[in-house]
């Protein structure tokens, strides 16, 4: 089984929005919507879990039923402290009815235009691996700083990649790779494949998409807006 774990947490305070950017409306629809519309289709997934804030729980859960996207639902998590442990709250209820030999994969909310070829490569790497990961290369020449005033060294960019979600896993391997960096070590975690890194998990890299990108900022929002506007 694949369960998707969905992260729904955040307050998009960059965003400078009354609410969270993921619950913004693009075309009559929460942002939240567009990637779980994209997990609802997928063949690949078999069911969700979402970390959101129990204030919004109640009304993610209408807009689901609403828009025919609760099959799947299994869930809601408690965001946690950080990106990292609202991940480990996630991947901790998800194994209350999982196997462990189950996979989970790992999405942002605000990355709206998750793709169904992205969640099938995934699946398709992960064979004989321990993760996935998609990147995307560096088009610029990349420097490294120890300062952050003055330049240290030359990167050598066909070497160094940006990562994406969504990010597979072993559901259990990836458990436990977390639950070691409890209960300091984890606030310290800025990507979701980092905890499999430092475990030694193997993980595969796939190409990212570059229309996955992340709502961050009022010019990520306007440009999704503007991508849903030329598709409808």
């Keep these: 089984m694949v369960i998707a774990l969905v992260l729904s947490g955040g307050t998009g305070s960059r965003l ?3 609410i969270p950017k993921q619950y913004l409306r693009v075309q009559g629809r929460p942002v939240l919507l567009y990637c779980m519309e994209t997990l609802h289709k997928s063949p690949v997934i078999d069911a969700v879990q979402i ?26 998590s408690l965001p946690g402290e950080n990106r990292q442990l609202s991940i480990f709250h ?12 189950d996979l989970v994969l790992i999405h942002d909310a605000a990355r709206p235009l998750l793709s169904q070829k992205l969640i099938a490569d995934c699946a398709e790497a992960i064979r004989g691996h321990d993760g996935v990961l998609p990147v995307l290369p560096m088009k610029d020449t ?39 960096l409890l209960p300091e070590k984890i606030l310290r975690i800025n990507g979701s494949t ?9 993980i595969a890299m796939v190409p990212g998409d570059e229309r996955n990108f992340k709502i961050t900022t009022p010019a990520d929002l306007e440009r999704f807006r503007q991508i849903v506007e030329n598709e409808a």
């Design 16 to 18: 400078g929005a009354d």
């Design 51 to 76: 970390v959101a804030a129990q204030e919004w729980q109640e009304e993610i859960g209408s807009w689901l039923e609403a828009y025919g996207l609760a099959e799947k639902f299994r869930g809601f």
């Design 90 to 101: 996630g991947l901790t209820d998800i194994r209350q009815y999982a196997e462990e030999d």
């Design 142 to 180: 990349v420097y490294y700083s120890k300062d952050g005033r003055q330049i240290t060294s030359l990167l050598d960019r066909q070497a160094v990649f940006a990562g994406q979600a969504p990010e597979l896993f072993r559901l259990e391997t990836y458990y436990q790779a977390n639950e070691r």
């Design 194 to 202: 980092e905890p499999a890194v430092l475990a030694g998990m193997q």
